[in-house]
């Protein structure tokens, strides 16, 4: 089992860019698929993007491809999520989370980060 941390979250302008990182303790993290999902006040959490085991591997929701990276660094136990051409809609708090296989779906989650909070201003 690993612990997962988020750092990197704050208040950005419309347009600019944030890099959020994922450090994992414990056991195993390049055996977990590492996924993060993101829940804005008042909506229901919703996937952003997830990388493989390996790292060679990536997925997106329709709404961060071309503008979000989901990148890993097993050796440093490490995920991160580089979001850039960030908007307002954008905000919220954004979760690390590990599962067996790359998936969208909350309910084959493992284990989850605190979160990070995210705020786009215009």
């Known amino acids: 089992q690993v612990q997962l941390v988020e750092t990197g979250g704050g208040l950005v302008q419309a347009g600019g860019s944030l890099t959020l990182s994922c450090v994992a303790s414990?056991?195993?993290?390049?055996?977990?698929?590492v996924v993060w999902f993101r829940q804005a006040p008042g909506k229901e959490r919703e996937f952003v993007a997830a990388?493989?085991?390996?790292?060679?591997?990536?997925h997106y929701h329709d709404s961060a491809k071309g503008r979000f990276i989901i990148s890993r660094e097993n050796d440093k136990a490490t995920a991160y999520l580089q979001m850039n051409s960030l908007k307002p809609e954008d905000t919220a708090v954004y979760y690390c989370a590990t599962s067996p296989v790359p998936t969208s779906d909350s309910r084959r989650i493992t284990t989850w980060g605190q979160g990070t909070q995210v705020t786009v201003s215009t």
């Open positions: 414990g056991r195993h993290f390049r055996a977990y698929a």
């Open positions: 990388v493989s085991r390996g790292g060679d591997s990536t």
